[in-house]
């Protein structure tokens, strides 16, 4: 099994669908603080996007990235 990735929220390098508040996951499951901006994130987990209207995973990122703790 392949661990769930570390991204830093603040990097540019790290805007994933996952941490964009337009990525409906409401209750934030598919991430997990580690410590500071650092977060695990499930890679393959697929949300609806509000912007986009369609299902993306959370490695994906576009241009209406939004940080969803800011």
């Known amino acids: 099994m392949i ?7 603040h990097k540019p ?3 994933h ?3 964009c ?3 409906n996951d409401r209750q934030n499951t598919h991430i997990k ?3 500071f901006d ?14 986009k209207r369609i ?3 959370a ?4 241009r209406h990235y939004e940080n969803k703790f800011e």
């Open 33 to 35: 603080h580690k410590v």
């Open 3 to 9: 661990p769930n990735p570390l991204a830093d929220i």
């Open 21 to 23: 508040k337009h990525w």
């Open 59 to 62: 490695f994906a990122y576009c």
């Open 55 to 57: 299902d993306m995973k």
């Open 38 to 51: 650092l977060w695990y994130y499930e890679q393959q987990a697929k949300e609806y996007c509000d912007i």
């Open 13 to 15: 390098t790290s805007w």
């Open 17 to 19: 669908c996952a941490f």
